[in-house]
């Protein structure tokens, strides 16, 4: 094996100390999950110094959408992803949508999350083969946009999008949820050359419900 890309995850930084986050920041995960990903950060880097394996970290921040030409998508039957839940209610797939805690220290009270095209993200992953392919040394790079939506503008945009009205119910805060992750997203662009084509909400969430809609009419 002479090039490794690994899957990480935006849930290493935990409750992150500024907004956006930058891939020097402290990691201080607060899930099973998080600290799962940054274990496997550790032994990569370990393995690199050792075995002079290259290698590049991606950091995933909430991936969502799908295949513009509906080719794939997300199948997960009773998936958590909020984009993914708004979609499924505003189609009647659910009855209602839970809002998990409105008590942040955010704008509306709600979590805030930096969503990335999951088309994006595969672009993301050519351009880190290249990369190492080229020569590039090791690196570990977030994947976001650099702009964060709280769990409110999510709904109102997948409303809008779908044209329904849904209903949503506000519950209890999560253990273990963030109030604010937003990924500071400069390095990953100069250093890989990446350049998102799919930076916009709207459009994430019309993938999203285009693909939903493919499932149901598969289902009827």
């Not at 607060?30 to 290259?54: I, N, W």
Request: charged share 20%; with cysteine; net charge positive.
């Amino acid at each position: 094996m002479r090039y490794f890309i690994f899957s990480s995850s935006a849930a290493v930084y935990g409750n992150p100390q500024r907004v956006p986050v930058r891939e020097d920041d402290p990691t201080v995960p607060t899930s099973p999950y998080g600290s799962s990903k940054l274990m496997s950060e550790v032994m990569l880097r370990d393995a690199g110094m050792a075995h002079g394996l290259r290698h590049v970290i991606l950091r995933y921040f909430n991936v969502a959408g799908a295949d513009p030409l509906g080719r794939t998508g997300q199948s997960t039957k009773g998936a958590t992803h909020l984009i993914k839940v708004a979609v499924e209610t505003a189609l009647g797939r659910r009855p209602k949508m839970d809002v998990f805690g409105t008590d942040y220290p955010t704008p509306d009270g709600t979590c805030i999350r930096d969503y990335i095209h999951v088309s994006d993200l595969v672009a993301a992953h050519a351009d880190a083969l290249a990369y190492l392919r080229d020569g590039g040394a090791s690196a570990t790079l977030n994947c976001g946009y650099g702009h964060g939506f709280s769990v409110l503008d999510v709904i109102d945009i997948v409303k809008r999008v779908a044209g329904v009205d849904f209903k949503v119910e506000l519950a209890p805060r999560r253990a273990g949820d963030p109030a604010q992750i937003v990924a500071a997203c400069d390095r990953i662009s100069c250093t890989l050359g990446w350049q998102p084509r799919f930076n916009n909400l709207q459009t994430i969430v019309a993938h999203a419900l285009a693909w939903e809609r493919k499932l149901s009419k598969r289902a009827a």
